[in-house]
């Protein structure tokens, strides 16, 4: 399974983005499980914090996490995150 993410060096900060489906953006208790997950199988995502981002019809994103870097994602255009494929076994 392949899933589409970014690590990213923002004013000091380290963190992950992944992008999943709105149905896990919205539940918090799939959010931790999800985020959890893929902390253990994707070695470029353990110990820094993990955004999940999901799209609406309308290709908006809406993440969910640090409420710090949530706000700052929703304050930059989403062509501005250096996206790569990560494969999860």
Avoid: C, H
């Amino acid at each position: 399974m392949t899933i589409d993410g970014a690590i990213v060096k923002e004013q000091g900060q380290i963190f992950g983005i992944v992008i999943v489906k709105s149905s896990v953006t919205s539940n918090s208790s799939a959010a931790a499980k999800t985020r959890a997950a893929l902390q253990a199988q994707i070695q470029d995502f353990a110990g820094i914090p993990l955004i999940l981002a999901s799209q609406d019809s309308n290709g908006v994103f809406e993440y969910q996490g640090r409420k710090d870097i949530v706000a700052f994602l929703a304050s930059i255009d989403a062509s501005r995150i250096p996206w790569k494929r990560y494969t999860v076994s």
